[in-house]
């Protein structure tokens, strides 16, 4: 596997976040585009640092998204969208260095996070 800093989905993560999930500290997050991964349905994943970690480093939490190549290159806009949403939605308010599962990461709050997220865009505009 290979990993590489991706600066555009940075950015589109920095916009989703500030609509949508201000509780982010988006300067304790990082993305980063994956080449080589053998999972077969994996698109992303959110990786942090987890508790004890963050207590033998003496660091605060931090969190990497992973997005791999081969598959999230190749979705359109919207579905790339839907996956950072689905991404940052991992992130617990506590932002602590835990997760939130996919018992509460739902496609069916992916989609309401992603049109309450292109009606903010739309009124940011107006």
């Known amino acids: 596997m290979k990993y590489f800093f991706a600066p555009d ?14 509780h982010i500290d988006m300067s304790r997050v990082k993305c980063f585009r994956s ?5 077969k349905t994996t698109i992303a994943r ?3 640092l987890g508790k004890l970690l963050q207590k033998a ?5 931090f969190y990497v998204l992973e997005f791999i190549s081969e598959r999230f290159d190749k979705l359109d806009n919207e ?7 689905h991404e940052l939605m991992h992130i617990p308010k506590s932002f602590g260095g835990g997760f939130k599962h996919h018992d509460w990461v739902t496609p069916k709050k992916v989609n309401w996070f992603y049109k309450k997220y292109e009606s903010a865009k739309r009124e940011k505009t107006n």
């Open 57 to 61: 480093l003496n660091l605060k939490a």
């Open 79 to 85: 579905e790339q969208t839907k996956i950072i949403i």
């Open 35 to 39: 080449v080589g991964s053998s999972s």
């Open 46 to 48: 959110c990786h942090s």
């Open 9 to 22: 989905i940075q950015e589109r993560a920095q916009e989703i976040s500030n609509l949508l999930f201000p």
